[in-house]
């Protein structure tokens, strides 16, 4: 059988991959595209709505960017709102949700409000409310279950849901609408082919051979978006040897019951790299409340597909001296050795529960064992990564670009928000690299403008 030929080749069907691939067929001339996706749908992994907290991360109550991140965040994030707007998916799979991040005792309550200073010329919409407002637009923040008000002094600072800021996402359908979106372009191959586990990529001359499910694709520019198997696979071309993985799982807990207006987000604690505890509506539940995430270090690249990927964990993590001091610098702090266990204890099951509670209810008081179950089958891995080069964990998204026409994107929260801005500068390297052009102007009429 005669090789399958692409100008572009896209690895993963995730959000960043559907992305990638609507991008390449609307706003290039690209004339082939193919996505190789290792299951049998797009997004069973990190983009499915129960693997994520479904919030589009745009800054404003995200108490661990800097003014700066939060900037460049803001603008990716506009950009899903402008994609869901022109296909018409408001309150379809994008909703408008009341939000907030909320400062709890004295020392928290100043940093938000110095916090709202600074962020307000970037989020003009942002509001403080006071406790006499939070009575009104989340009680469950304020009072305890016995009816009486918090001992604390509490703080919220955020936009209600009149006000209409998108806030909410189900990543797993928008990946389904961008893949759907591009097969409708004309005059530009749009396969997708399911099923299809990638097992080698080489380069051969100028382009590069792909072997996925028995079957060989070659393509002028490939772009792996395979989550922690991006690494994995870079690092079976020997691409990457710098970086290790440590795949982070989050795991959530829901409620019966909507006890939550909107989302609530809390202070982000400095010494710590993963989100604090928050409580979301959940899009997928009706409403209810859905709390986390946890922080849990797993030794597999993906979190329920059997331990078929732990082998994958070890080769990706490429233990030596550098790992070591980077775990060691972790855990010999206090506050994060504290966290990291327990975080372990909240997956244990009968302890999990009451020690979940005891942190929930710092966002709502009133919070029982009762009133939450421990949701099986929810959260996914990030892919953290481990920079052994310079012995430290890094926040954020990485890229491995050896320059021959192909990256591996690694892309941990806020991945998904950030997914057609990443997808537009992979675009200027394919374009740039095979010759092509992207049409820019185009682009910023639809998605920034």
């Known amino acids: 059988m005669a090789n399958k030929h692409y100008e572009v080749l896209v690895v993963g069907g995730g959000i960043s991959g559907a992305s990638l691939f609507y991008e390449l067929a609307k706003y290039t001339d690209v004339k082939s595209i193919a996505l190789l996706e290792k299951y049998e749908a797009l997004a069973t992994l990190n983009s499915k709505g129960t693997s994520n907290s479904q919030t589009i991360h745009c800054g404003d109550i995200e108490t661990n960017y800097t003014a700066e991140k939060a900037k460049t965040v803001k603008r990716t994030a506009k950009m899903i709102e402008k994609y869901c707007l022109q296909y018409g998916y408001e309150n379809k799979f994008m909703f408008a949700h009341q939000k907030m991040a909320i400062g709890v005792g004295d020392e928290e309550v100043a940093y938000m409000r110095n916090r709202y200073k600074d962020f307000k010329e970037l989020f003009p919409y942002l509001e403080v409310f006071e406790k006499d407002k939070l009575k009104e637009i989340e009680p469950k923040l304020v009072f305890d279950e016995n009816g009486n008000e918090r001992p604390e002094s509490i703080v919220g600072v955020g936009v209600e849901a009149e006000a209409g800021e998108w806030s909410t996402v189900d990543f797993g359908k928008m990946s389904d609408s961008l893949v759907e979106n591009a097969q409708k372009i004309d005059d530009v191959v749009t396969d997708v082919f399911f099923n299809s586990k990638v097992t080698s990529i080489k380069q051969v001359g100028k382009i590069h051979e792909v072997v996925a499910a028995g079957v060989t694709y070659t393509a002028d520019f490939v772009v792996v978006n395979a989550g922690a198997h991006s690494l994995y696979l870079a690092h079976r071309m020997g691409h990457g040897t710098d970086y290790g993985c440590l795949p982070m799982a989050g795991s959530f ?82 506050d994060i050795r504290s966290y990291i266990m327990r975080n372990f204890m909240f997956e244990v099951p009968y302890i999990n529960k009451r020690l979940f509670v005891k942190d929930a209810r710092k966002i709502v008081p009133s919070l029982s064992i009762d009133d939450i179950e421990y949701a099986e089958g929810f959260g996914g891995v990030r892919p953290q990564v481990l920079d052994k080069k310079n012995q430290k964990l890094m926040l954020g998204e990485a890229s491995v670009n050896p320059g021959t026409g ?34 820019q102007e185009e682009f910023d009429k639809d998605l920034i403008e």
């Not at 207006?261 to 859905?290: C, E, S, W």
């Not at 078929?308 to 790992?323: A, C, V």
């Open 253 to 334: 807990y829901v409620t019966s019951k909507k006890l939550l207006n909107g989302k609530v987000y809390m202070v982000q604690h400095p010494k710590l790299p993963f989100a604090a505890l928050h409580g979301d509506p959940d899009i997928l539940l009706n409403g209810n409340t859905r709390f986390g995430p946890t922080a849990l270090a797993l030794p597999k690249l993906e979190r329920y597909h059997g331990n078929s990927t732990i082998i994958d964990f070890w080769k990706t993590l490429r233990f030596d001296k550098n790992i070591v001091k980077i775990f060691w610098d972790l855990l010999k702090d206090g």
């Open 406 to 439: 192909i990256i591996f994107n690694m892309t941990p929260s806020p991945g998904a928000t950030s997914c057609l801005g990443n997808a537009e500068r992979d675009i200027k390297l394919v374009c740039a690299h095979i010759g092509k052009t992207f049409n």
